[in-house]
């Protein structure tokens, strides 16, 4: 290439399903071996990328024009597809003559999509079989016959363990990431009845602590009041108290913020 002007050169880049997106990043970033794009590059997208690397596809021709390129894609007139169409389909069906056929990978239109091309070739209905995930296929006599199910669905990898991670773990997850955390302690005499060292408070991920102050000194003295109201009563639960306190603050900290943060009292006891 350092032979030739760069308007006398055509570089053809092709990467994995079609979308060369890590090869252009790094033209554009200065970081490819061999190319990097200059002001006045024509950057030329002939293939469509699948919706899942839209957003992928629109970060890398920022950068393309950041380095000075300029990017056309054919896919805005045209939609070019990695698959095989129809008339593909098709062919290979004529050429290959299987008596059975089972449609795989796609949604179930385009697994319909693909028996009807079967049909249009002569392929016999009862010879060709749409079949879920997990579904068992039985050959026998001559025949497939569907024999049952087995579990098949997407597995969850935690850390080193495999399998259900569980509902309540990912919504707790969840509202750690959305509203972080709140947490309360506090020290009673059980027998006496009495608050032994007032509440403290803590929060992780939940309101920026140096200009929430306010709301950390009337969370605590929500806390203080509600554990007294509690020693008013005759009966004393632990998960009862922790339940009043948790509603409490869940009450007032929505009131205040509009958000639910995952509450956590600890309250200890003195002897």
Not at 92 to 114: C, S, T, W
Not at 191 to 211: D, L, N, P, Q
Not at 239 to 260: C, I, P, W
Request: hydrophobic share 40%.
């Amino acid at each position: 290439m350092n032979k030739f002007d760069d308007s006398e050169l055509i570089i053809l880049e092709t990467g994995r399903m079609g979308e060369p997106l890590e090869g252009l990043r790094k033209m554009s970033v200065g970081r490819h071996r061999y190319v990097e794009i200059k002001d006045g590059d024509l950057v030329f997208i002939v293939t469509t990328p699948s919706i899942s690397k839209e957003a992928v596809v629109a970060k890398v021709e920022n950068m393309i024009y950041q380095a000075g390129g300029v990017v056309k894609s054919i896919t805005k007139n045209l939609r070019v597809s990695g698959h095989g169409n129809a008339r593909d389909l098709q062919l290979m069906l004529n050429i290959l003559r299987p008596k059975f056929l089972f449609p795989v990978q796609g949604e179930y239109r385009q697994l319909d999509a693909h028996a009807t091309a079967a049909l249009e070739i002569g392929h016999l209905p009862e010879n060709i079989f749409i079949v879920k995930r997990g579904d068992v296929m039985h050959y026998e006599e001559g025949d497939f016959v569907h024999n049952g199910a087995v579990p098949a669905g997407d597995v969850m990898i935690d850390g080193n363990a495999m399998g259900d991670v569980g509902n309540i773990v990912l919504r707790d997850r969840k509202i750690l990431s959305e509203d972080g955390i709140f947490i309360v302690a506090i020290t009673v005499n059980r027998k006496e009845k009495k608050i032994i060292s007032k509440a403290k408070v803590h929060t992780r991920g939940f309101v920026y602590v140096k200009k929430s102050k306010d709301i950390l000194r009337e969370a605590s003295d929500l806390v203080n009041t509600s554990v007294e109201n509690y020693f008013t009563k005759d009966t004393f639960d632990w998960g009862e108290l922790k339940g009043a306190v948790r509603d409490d603050l869940s009450k007032f900290l929505y009131d205040q913020t509009k958000r639910r943060p995952s509450i956590l009292p600890v309250i200890m006891e003195v002897r």
